[in-house]
């Protein structure tokens, strides 16, 4: 029986770039402690549809983080290629990108979620500390500051705004960060 040849790609064009290179390695040797996978480990930055093609794949599993990598684009292409994948689709991604769509779509859901506003460099923002300022449609790792007074609000904000014009400001929850795969 022939094994699985499963691509795993990291890297892509991103700020968080060198985390998916480590994550993508993470789970490429998880796969090759298995007998049942063929792993060709890639690091790559944008990628072609003859390039996901030519990998010669019986799965993907990319590894890539931000928007390009976890937002839309690549799951797209992924999609056109006809080779599964491991992950969301496109439409899927791309609402988990923008921190605003996530969050109505938990609101119509019945879900809670901490407050939340959205703030450009010319508004106040309607939260009081302690609060998180994080960029809409970027990694979770990336211009985010935690603010535990209105005094650190405005210093991140003037920092922050500098790169991005609007920032998600949410209420502060202290507490562990946890990640959950659903599968179906």
């Known amino acids: 029986m022939n094994n699985l040849r499963v691509a795993v790609l990291a890297g892509g064009p991103d700020a968080e770039r060198n985390v998916s290179i480590d994550s993508g390695t993470a789970v490429a040797d998880a796969l090759k ?6 792993v060709n480990f890639k690091v790559v930055d944008k990628l072609t549809l003859s390039d996901l093609i030519g990998m010669n794949a019986d799965v993907i ?3 890539l983080h931000g ?3 976890e937002g839309g684009p690549l799951q797209e292409l992924l999609e056109q290629s006809g080779i599964p994948f491991v992950g ?3 439409l899927a991604a791309r609402n988990a990108m923008d921190k605003v769509v996530t969050k109505e779509i938990a609101k119509s859901a019945g879900l809670n979620t901490p407050k939340w506003c959205t703030v450009t460099n ?9 609060l998180v300022l994080k960029p809409v449609d970027d990694g979770s790792s990336i211009d985010m500051a935690i603010c535990k007074t209105n005094e650190e609000v405005i210093k991140a904000r003037k920092q922050l ?9 949410e209420t502060y929850i ?3 960060e946890v990640t959950v795969g ?3």
């Open 174 to 176: 202290e507490g562990d």
């Open 182 to 184: 659903i599968v179906d």
């Open 161 to 169: 705004h500098n790169k991005r014009e609007s920032l998600l400001a």
């Open 88 to 90: 969301s689709g496109s």
């Open 61 to 63: 599993f990319p590894v």
């Open 67 to 69: 928007p390009y990598g």
């Open 33 to 38: 402690s298995s007998s049942k996978y063929c």
């Open 122 to 130: 010319l508004e106040p923002c309607d939260l009081d500390a302690p």
